[in-house]
């Protein structure tokens, strides 16, 4: 070890405490970027895999089916990740798996960019789902791991903004290739965009240069029994986990039934915007590439301020009274945005609070879930939490997609069945008894 990895180089952290925490920043930043490419291609994809005609009646419909379908299936395949990969990190370590888990998605990914037909889109989609939900536990445990104890918060929570930036990063890549380079050709153009699910992977080489396995996890794994997730419910972490658990399901039922509509929502008011300022059908399309990138920043910049407002959340209020006032703001934003009458300049405007609250709660999962758990089980654990919730979340974009695709006005059809899930982490709150706090405790 050089001298440079001993001396705090800033806010009380080594430059190597710092290098793992890029590294992790970067895996999970890229891993949304791959995982939420589909949303923004939807509205193009979906309908010329089935020969629709793009905007046509029967495209949206397809559109907001398949597209709740396909999120659905992409979290079934990232919970079955997060659950396998998970255990594989306490087994052979948090950089393996980071390096495995950051090849699988991306190459699945650009794989989606020669689909021939929709079955086999779905299976590459599949193929990256298993590596998207795999990351995030190697990462989240590698920072808890490693980073010192006095800044263990805010290192987690400064790893999850890499979500908002991998959210604007895939606007960013989407709104370049479909909105511009490609903007004549949406027929095709969607596959340049999952062509670029290709960049993770030299990230994924540079990484495995300069990290190494945290020695916490070296030491406990040493002459030890290998991890199962049985242990996950004996007597001493069976709270512990229904804990973790019960926090994720709410985050994620709320996050996934909101965000994977936000291009389709987009589209739908920047139509009707058109409408009203008599565009032809040149410029309406110019104009929902444009709504689906301010759209979603709206929804990317309150999450990227909400994950910070995490840390004096939960270091002044403590975790458990900083879920419930998340859940319970969330509840009150959604409904504001989907149910009240409103312009659409406005309903889209309103997407900044959506992600304050909505996506901002995720920046304390990266250290509230490896809080819980013991070293040898902490890739295990925190993975379980997170990911299996996915399998129930699963339900959450499929029936929006399903409801919404009956009614004769897509966009209305959407508005509508989006107000019901506000009801979601009101009900959350009822969860608050089991919820275990652990602020001011160290890493067991």
């Not at 990256?128 to 990351?135: F, P, T, V």
């Not at 969607?190 to 990230?203: E, M, Q, T």
């Not at 304390?364 to 996915?390: H, I, K, M, Q, S």
């Not at 409801?403 to 009101?426: K, N, Y």
């Amino acid at each position: 070890m050089n001298t440079g990895e001993r001396t705090p180089a800033l806010w009380g952290m080594t430059r190597y405490e710092w290098t793992v925490l890029f590294a992790a920043w970067l895996g999970w930043g890229f891993d949304v970027f791959d995982g939420l490419l589909f949303n923004y291609v939807a509205p193009n994809c979906v309908p010329a895999l089935l020969g629709l005609p793009l905007g046509s009646a029967a495209a949206k419909k397809a559109t907001l089916f398949w597209g709740g379908a396909l999120t659905s299936i992409l979290l079934i395949g990232w919970a079955a990740g997060g659950i396998l990969f998970g255990a594989l990190a306490d087994r052979i370590g948090r950089t393996r798996t980071l390096l495995i888990t950051m090849l699988l998605y991306a190459l699945g990914t650009a794989a989606c960019a020669t689909a021939p037909n929709l079955p086999i889109l779905i299976l590459f989609r599949l193929i990256a789902s298993l590596g998207i939900g795999g990351e995030w536990a190697a990462g989240a445990a590698m920072v808890a791991e490693v980073v010192p104890e006095r800044r263990r918060v805010e290192a987690g929570a400064l790893l999850y903004t890499s979500a908002p930036m991998g959210l604007f990063l895939a606007t960013f890549v989407n709104f370049q290739i479909a909105g511009n380079l490609f903007k004549g050709s949406p027929e095709t153009s969607w596959r340049y965009v999952f062509l670029c699910g290709l960049i993770p992977a030299a990230a994924a080489f540079v990484i495995r240069l300069f990290i190494r396995e945290p020695a916490r996890w070296k030491d406990a794994a040493a002459g030890v029994a290998p991890p199962r997730l049985r242990e996950l419910f004996a007597p001493g972490l069976r709270a512990r986990t229904l804990s973790g658990f019960s926090m994720a399901l709410v985050a994620l039922v709320t996050w996934w039934s909101t965000n994977a509509f936000i291009p389709i929502v987009s589209t739908g008011l920047a139509q009707a915007a058109a409408k009203t300022r008599g565009l032809d059908l040149a410029a309406t399309r110019a104009l929902i590439e444009s709504w689906k990138a301010h759209t979603t920043s709206y929804f990317n910049l309150g999450g990227l301020i909400g994950t910070l407002l995490t840390i004096p959340a939960s270091k002044y209020l403590g975790r458990k009274k900083m879920f419930a006032l998340y859940y319970a703001l969330s509840g009150l934003a959604l409904f504001a945005t989907f149910h009240l009458d409103l312009a659409p300049e406005v309903r889209q405007r309103l997407y900044f609070f959506d992600g304050l609250t909505v996506f901002g709660v995720f920046g304390a999962f990266t250290y509230y879930l490896p809080e819980l758990f013991p070293t040898r089980l902490r890739a295990t654990g925190a993975g379980f939490c997170y990911n299996v919730g996915r399998l129930l979340t699963a339900v959450g974009p499929f029936l929006v997609g399903h409801f919404a695709s009956r009614g004769p006005d897509a966009l209305a059809g959407t508005l509508s069945t989006l107000t019901f899930v506000a009801i979601v982490p009101i009900a959350g709150l009822l969860f608050m008894p089991i919820v275990i706090e652990t602020r001011g405790s160290a890493l067991e």
